[in-house]
């Protein structure tokens, strides 16, 4: 079908999906804390990818180190990454939800957006419920809105395994006294800059001045934050098949890097990592980023454009390494990580960015 706009967006979000995948195939956890992360080895340097809503009640959350974790929660049990066993469920889910005659918008292994015309969505998101616990054992929450971001914040209020819905109608009356880090797409850098200008909720970022805002930000990132706090955003729900617009690989090492030497070849290994990945596309590279976690936890990110596209691990090695002289020296390297950007497969041009050199 392609791009369209719909009267409805639903926002399907599978609850704590890798826990739930294990719970599958050990249902005897099921009321437990569970962890998934890493090795499933809380002294090796590694972080949560799931947790169950029993160790979430403890302040565990994705992104936070395995060791904190079970600080945390000492009882928990924590369990090893099995991405194959993710991807077959996810597929199994996304195929599910085609099967409904919807059109279907992949996000990632846990989401999807919904397009709908019904005159009854909540409807529509019940049946979707049943039909994915039906065919998968899995619970799904869902979201409701009249354009996307809508829907994607709606979910938040539904779960777990609920619907809730978030149109202009409710929008105010919802998020207006919400910070602004509630909305999607707003982390915590983004609301402390915002917060020096006096914006702290979402109805004060709806009403900020847009000058102050392009000035923060720059037009166009500006507009869009101004928009975001008014919950403006697009109904297209697009079902064309996703494609990478490039690939990542990252270590987090046991012991910390100490020397050049080391970060040189740990550099050259992901290097060779990433430039596999892209040649199985065959899509030529046009950007490079490096991204470095410092001891203790301190990252900054690299990125640049190459100067043509090109498909040699020779010039993804040399733009990799160019980057890494913008490294500080003398600092432990606990994390790096490469990424190349490639040429979309229509041959078109790829969206432009800055060079970007910070905190993430």
Known sequence: MGPHAFRWVLHVDLDQFLVAVELLRRPELAGKPVIVGGRGDPTERAVVSTASYEA??????????????????????????????????????????????LVVEVLGWDEAFL?????????????????????????TSVGIGDNKIRAKIATGFGKPAGVFRLTAENWFEVMGER????????????SKRLAAHGVTTVAELAAADGDVLVGEFGPRMGAWYGDLGRGHGSAVVDDAPWVARGHSRETTYQQNLTTPEQVEAALRELVTQVHADTVAEDRPVFRMG??????????????KKLPAPTRSLDDLTTAVLALAEGMEPGREVRLLGVRAEMVMPDGGDPVERTPVRGRI
Do not use: N
């Open 115 to 139: 397009g709908c015309d019904a005159d009854d969505p909540e409807a529509v998101a019940h049946r979707v419920q049943e039909a994915v616990l039906a065919a998968t054992e899995l619970h």
């Open 179 to 190: 910070l602004t880090i509630d909305l999607w797409g707003v982390g915590s850098k983004v």
């Open 290 to 303: 490096l991204k470095v976690r410092y001891a203790p936890f301190f990252t900054q990110s690299y990125s």
């Open 56 to 101: 979430r009640k403890f302040g565990v959350g994705s992104g936070m180190p395995l060791r904190i974790a079970a600080r945390k929660v000492p009882d928990a049990i924590i369990l090893p990454v099995d991405q194959e066993a993710y991807l077959e469920a996810s597929g199994h889910v996304m195929d599910t939800l085609r099967g409904l005659g």
